[in-house]
């Protein structure tokens, strides 16, 4: 970012002296104007492809992030399904306040799968 501001003054600096060349001069094309403008051109392109990285890094972390939760509730459900088939048969199936909380955990999950679709 220091640097990017420098170069900026660097290049204001320089298209100031560009323009007095060009008060000195005025009958004639000064080549050295011409490289200034191309500078100038270059300089636009630049902070143009810096904003459209910006852009991506930011999709990219948004991406991210989408994704790490979503890893994470598939591995909840993994668990929920572990757990739910690991329970012994030869009882009623989970005792009620277990089977309770389940129940809240996956009705919460839930409503975090509709928040992230």
Same mark, same amino acid.
């Given at each position: 970012?220091? !640097? $990017?501001?420098?170069? #900026? %003054?660097? &290049? ?8 007095? @060349?060009? *008060? ?7 080549? !050295? $104007?011409?490289?200034? #403008? %191309?500078? &100038? ?8 492809? @810096?904003? *459209? ?65």
């Amino acid at each position: 970012r220091a !640097v $990017s501001e420098t170069l #900026q %003054g660097q &290049l204001e600096e320089l298209e100031r002296a560009a323009a007095r @060349l060009q *008060e000195l001069c005025p009958a004639r094309l000064c080549p !050295v $104007s011409r490289e200034v #403008q %191309g500078t &100038l051109c270059a300089w636009a392109g630049l902070q143009e492809l @810096l904003r *459209e990285t910006r852009a991506h890094v930011q999709q990219a972390g948004r991406l991210r992030h989408f994704f790490k939760d979503y890893l994470a509730m598939i591995s909840w459900t993994e668990d929920t399904r572990a757990q739910i088939f690991s329970e012994s048969p030869s009882g009623h199936g989970l005792p009620e306040t277990p089977c309770e909380e389940l129940e809240r955990r996956i009705e919460g999950k839930l409503k975090e799968f509709e928040a992230l679709a």
